[in-house]
């Protein structure tokens, strides 16, 4: 054990820590407690304006508004899919501490249709597509995660980071039709292909192989590039507040100026505190470092697993990082991280979406003759223990069974929703409660600043079967893109390296790789 300059100490946060749904009063839902939050594609979220939770609630097309798609029922027995996919099956993959599944609540009609009416100028002109679920009454209760509830006004707020790592490792060659997918991520190619289609201006540098390998050098520079050109990938949250966030559609660079203003008083200390003299490059550095130690802290035994997946598999070739510059060696992901359970749940797939598609047609083939298998085999839940044991319990060689089949794209599915999931790190600066005698104060300026913190993941939706024939259409589009251009991307499309962030890769960076 070496001194990590910056200190973090683990902080498991209890459902106590959130007031969720069991002390809501139901039967006194008052619409003005609860504002608009936002809403992606399937369901719109309001916050508490007191308590620290959301609700999130359905949608539907609008030209279904006079007549709802599902029953009451159905409804429920949707929102409970989501939270016993993410309570029975993502829980127990990704480590029951990391989980927050929220639960199914029913709402008095009359509060849902007046916080629709309520809420309903405050929604972008291009989501009114569709409109929120008034009839069912069921909600996602829920945690507010970038807002813990017991932090003190008075003191600092909480700062909040959200990461959408996407998948960290290669396919094993036996499976692919491409060579390419075995050197460049997949990651790295859908960057040249929304590059390409126009869905970002600018393409990230940012490679999951880099974040996931557990070498600090390579998580330095794969949150740096999440810093620089966030997309959907990055977000810091500060008092619940979204601070820094990537723009869809923006031309503008990324003001990191304003995020180093906001983030400099958390990382002030020592002589510091006095005349802030701290440079932009130390404060940046000091931020990667505490963000990196959450994700690889876990609280538990802490043993590191080396040489995780292979020779060759934990490599992306479209990564900028220069491995020469690699000091320490791979060091690997402690078996307790966040990062670890996270890759360990996306290597269920095993045969990527090439090797997968046969199964899933074989699936089809059976449900097509025998419609009624479709329960039996639960492949649209329900998600509960046995759905967790046909997917652990599968064995390795294909028999030519549906259950083999069956089991194989289970797999596949809970490793999509771990592609797809994020990360939110809570950092709460601790030790303010000292009182401001002088001495103390003299000490505590030399010590240097901690944070307690807490890990979370969410997005944990079940992804449905149906959706594996555009996974395999999507990868066809993205690998045929990324060959026709050779890697190759329009002018201007690489992010300009930031003044602060230029600087800081010419400098020594000795200080930046403090091991654990
Ligand atoms: N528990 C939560 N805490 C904080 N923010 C949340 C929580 N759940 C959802 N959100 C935010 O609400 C917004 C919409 O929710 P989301 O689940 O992404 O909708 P959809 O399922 O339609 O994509 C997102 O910006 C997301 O970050
Ligand atoms: C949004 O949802 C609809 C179905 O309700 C689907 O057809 C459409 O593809 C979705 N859009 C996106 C961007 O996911
Ligand atoms: C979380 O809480 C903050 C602060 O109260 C609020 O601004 C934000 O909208 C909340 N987020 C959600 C998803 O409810
Ligand atoms: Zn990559």
């Not at 106590?16 to 139901?26: H, I």
Request: hydrophobic share 35%; aromatic share 8%; with cysteine.
């Amino acid at each position: 054990m070496s001194l990590c300059r910056v200190c973090v100490t683990f902080w498991p946060l209890t459902e106590a820590w959130f007031v969720v749904a069991s002390v809501m009063e139901l039967d006194k839902m008052d619409e003005n407690d609860w504002k608009y939050h936002g809403e992606g594609n399937k369901s719109l979220v309001v916050s508490h304006v007191q308590h620290s939770r959301v609700l999130r609630l359905l949608k539907y097309p609008a030209e279904d508004s006079e007549n709802p798609p599902q029953t009451a029922e159905q409804a429920f027995r949707q929102i409970q899919n989501i939270v016993d996919f993410s309570s029975n099956v993502m829980s127990s993959l990704l480590g029951e501490k990391f989980i927050h599944s929220g639960e199914v609540v029913k709402l008095p009609l009359e509060f849902v249709r007046q916080l629709s009416i309520k809420i309903q100028h405050q929604r972008p002109a291009w989501r009114c597509d569709k409109v929120m679920d008034i009839y069912s009454g069921c909600a996602l209760c829920l945690p507010n995660l970038t807002s813990p509830g017991l932090y003190q006004p008075t003191h600092t707020p909480p700062l909040c980071i959200e990461i959408k790592p996407k998948c960290g490792f290669l396919p094993s060659p036996k499976h692919v039709s491409k060579d390419i997918k075995t050197k460049v991520c997949r990651f790295c190619m859908h960057q040249h292909y929304k590059v390409a289609n126009g869905k970002w201006k600018r393409r990230s540098l940012y490679c999951p192989l880099d974040l996931f390998s557990g070498n600090r050098q390579r998580m330095h520079f794969a949150i740096r590039h999440l810093i620089e050109e966030p997309q959907n990938n990055f977000k810091i949250f500060k008092g619940g507040q979204c601070i820094y966030s990537s723009k869809e559609g923006s031309e503008e660079s990324m003001d990191l100026n304003a995020l180093l203003h906001h983030l400099r008083p958390y990382f002030l200390y020592g002589n510091n505190r006095i005349n802030s003299h701290m440079t932009s490059k130390s404060v940046l550095n000091d931020f990667i470092q505490v963000l990196g130690n959450a994700l690889l802290s876990g609280g538990g035994d802490g043993r590191v697993l080396m040489d995780r997946q292979g020779e060759g598999r934990s490599f992306c070739e479209a990564s900028l990082f220069n491995m020469e510059r690699i000091r320490h060696g791979s060091q690997g992901l402690p078996t307790d991280s966040v990062l670890f359970r996270i890759l360990q749940t996306q290597m269920l797939d095993t045969l990527d979406i090439e090797g997968l598609y046969p199964l899933y047609r074989r699936i089809e083939q059976h449900l097509q003759d025998f419609p009624k298998e479709r329960t039996r085999l639960q492949i649209d839940g329900p998600y509960n223990e046995a759905f967790l044991e046909k997917l652990q319990k599968c064995s390795m060689e294909d028999d030519g069974s549906v259950e083999y089949a069956v089991a194989k794209v289970h797999q596949y599915r809970v490793a999509m929703t771990a592609k797809d999931c994020s990360i939110m790190v809570a950092l709460v600066p601790s030790g303010e409660e000292a009182d401001d005698d002088e001495g103390q104060r003299r000490l505590r300026e030399f010590k240097p600043p901690a944070f307690s913190y807490s890990v979370s993941i969410l997005d944990l939706d079940p992804k449905p079967f149906d959706s594996i024939p555009r996974q395999l259409r999507l990868d066809q589009k993205i690998v045929s893109c990324y060959l026709r251009t050779g890697g190759a991307l329009p002018k201007g499309s690489l992010p300009p390296l930031s003044g602060i962030i230029a600087a800081a890769e010419r400098e020594d960076c000795t200080l930046l790789f403090h091991p654990m």
